[in-house]
């Protein structure tokens, strides 16, 4: 069977590759669903002093190495499709007044090019994805999908969204979208 692949952005690889590691390249579930990310993750961590000091973990060499695997694609996606994407996306999110960022166009562009979902928890992303016909997934969406495919057990999704609330860092509607999917109160 063919590899599903599934695109996190930014903030849904912050929130999960701590907690599950390895994350990324590791088929789960019946449809061999494998998590990716892109190398704007990297350049995005490498600018951001903030980024640094809350994720340390992500310049360690065990979480490099498992994101050193890329996305394929074609040399007409690279050099003609993903850039064209990318400008109709980008153009589009200035004329919507979204406020999204360059790298959340590029992951969104990447979905677009490649046919696949994108997990993101971000509200101007999920309208500029919605706007284009990109299929998007919240990160608790992507961690029912993982306990369904038994990949991860509630024990750990509890242990997850109680991590997020000590932080301060749930995604929006956290706490509706997590009953909704897992049929219990969310942790606090």
């Known amino acids: 069977m063919a ?7 930014s903030n849904s690889y912050f929130r999960l590759a701590k907690s599950i590691h390895p994350l990324l390249f590791r088929p789960f579930g019946d449809d061999d669903a494998c998590l990716y990310v892109t190398k704007e993750l990297d350049d995005e961590f490498n600018r951001s002093p903030r980024l640094q000091a809350k994720f340390p973990w992500v310049d360690e060499p065990e ?3 498992n994101r050193s695997q890329g996305l394929k694609l074609s040399k007409r996606q690279r ?3 993903l850039p064209t994407a990318n400008e109709f996306l980008r153009d589009h999110a200035r004329e919507e007044g979204l406020g999204v960022s360059r790298i959340d166009v590029t992951i969104l562009a990447y979905g677009y090019v490649l046919g696949i979902p994108v997990v993101t928890d971000d509200g101007d992303m999920c309208a500029l994805a919605g706007d284009f016909g990109i299929r998007i997934l919240s990160t608790l969406e992507l961690l029912r999908r993982m306990v369904d495919a ?3 057990n509630m024990a750990k999704i509890r242990q997850i969204v109680g991590f997020w609330a000590y932080e301060k860092d749930l995604p929006r509607n956290c706490a509706v979208d997590y009953r909704r999917l897992f049929d219990e109160s969310p942790p606090a």
């Open 150 to 152: 038994e990949h991860v």
């Open 63 to 65: 979480f490099r190495d």
């Open 3 to 9: 590899q599903s692949k599934i695109l996190l952005d």
């Open 79 to 81: 050099n003609m499709e």
